[in-house]
């Protein structure tokens, strides 16, 4: 049985729905509310940035649907790690990752769940940047390091490409206090 006001969290007007894998697993687990609502309006961004630079540059290779899952699931190790709902930490990362796993989600897409946090590090692909960039866009936040690496993905003269990036991201960010106020709305 879903946590009271999970249901609520996750089909309210305002954001578009999480995939429907997505979705079963926040019902399965007994996900708190406020992690319902977190992972949509994550989920939400994702979609209008992978919208807007598939638009832009659509020889752009990334996976969209691994991205969308991605954001999805990206916290979901804060399931086993509820603390860090209201608080900073970094357990629910490598937490999450193995919980999707023992789901059966492949490696490929519950990467998300460990990456999305050590985004700086090297080996991490576009879609792992795009899902950190929607976990930061999603709040109006901005970190420059990132938008610079996923800028460094969209090919053309660099200024142009952070220059398009930057445009992106301040549109989006303009929506943080009603994704905010969406979140606020449903219990940890």
Same mark, same amino acid.
């Given at each position: 049985?879903?946590?009271?006001?999970?249901?609520?969290? #996750? &089909?309210? %007007? !305002?954001? @578009?729905?999480?995939?429907?894998?997505?979705?079963? *697993?926040?019902?399965?687990?007994?996900?708190?509310?406020?992690?319902?609502?977190?992972l949509?309006?994550?989920?939400?961004?994702?979609?209008?940035?992978?919208?807007?630079?598939?638009?832009?540059?659509?020889?752009?290779?990334?996976?969209?649907?691994?991205?969308?899952?991605?954001?999805?699931?990206?916290d979901?190790?804060?399931?086993?790690?509820?603390?860090? #709902? &209201?608080? %900073? !930490?970094? @357990?629910?990362?490598?937490?999450?990752?193995?919980? *999707?796993?023992?789901?059966?989600?492949?490696?490929?897409?519950?990467?998300?769940?460990?990456?999305?946090?050590?985004?700086?590090?090297?080996?991490?692909?576009?879609?792992?940047?795009?899902?950190?960039?929607?976990?930061?866009?999603?709040?109006?936040?901005?970190?420059?390091?990132?938008?610079?690496?996923?800028?460094?993905?969209?090919?053309?003269?660099?200024?142009e490409?952070?220059?398009?990036?930057?445009?992106?991201?301040?549109?989006?960010?303009?929506?943080?206090?009603?994704?905010?106020?969406?979140?606020?709305?449903?219990?940890?």
């Amino acid at each position: 049985m879903a946590t009271p006001g999970l249901e609520q969290a #996750l &089909t309210r %007007p !305002g954001l @578009r729905p999480l995939p429907p894998t997505a979705a079963e *697993l926040l019902h399965d687990l007994n996900a708190p509310p406020r992690l319902g609502a977190h992972l949509r309006a994550v989920h939400d961004v994702a979609w209008s940035i992978t919208d807007r630079l598939g638009r832009r540059t659509p020889d752009l290779p990334f996976d969209t649907t691994a991205v969308l899952f991605g954001a999805a699931t990206h916290d979901i190790g804060k399931v086993q790690h509820p603390e860090e #709902l &209201t608080g %900073p !930490g970094h @357990r629910h990362e490598a937490a999450g990752r193995d919980l *999707l796993i023992r789901y059966g989600v492949p490696s490929h897409l519950a990467r998300f769940a460990a990456t999305h946090g050590s985004w700086e590090a090297a080996e991490v692909g576009l879609e792992d940047l795009l899902v950190s960039l929607a976990d930061k866009i999603w709040k109006g936040a901005r970190v420059e390091s990132l938008e610079a690496r996923v800028a460094e993905h969209l090919g053309g003269a660099p200024w142009e490409a952070f220059l398009a990036l930057d445009d992106l991201v301040q549109d989006l960010a303009g929506g943080a206090e009603e994704r905010l106020a969406f979140q606020a709305a449903f219990p940890v």
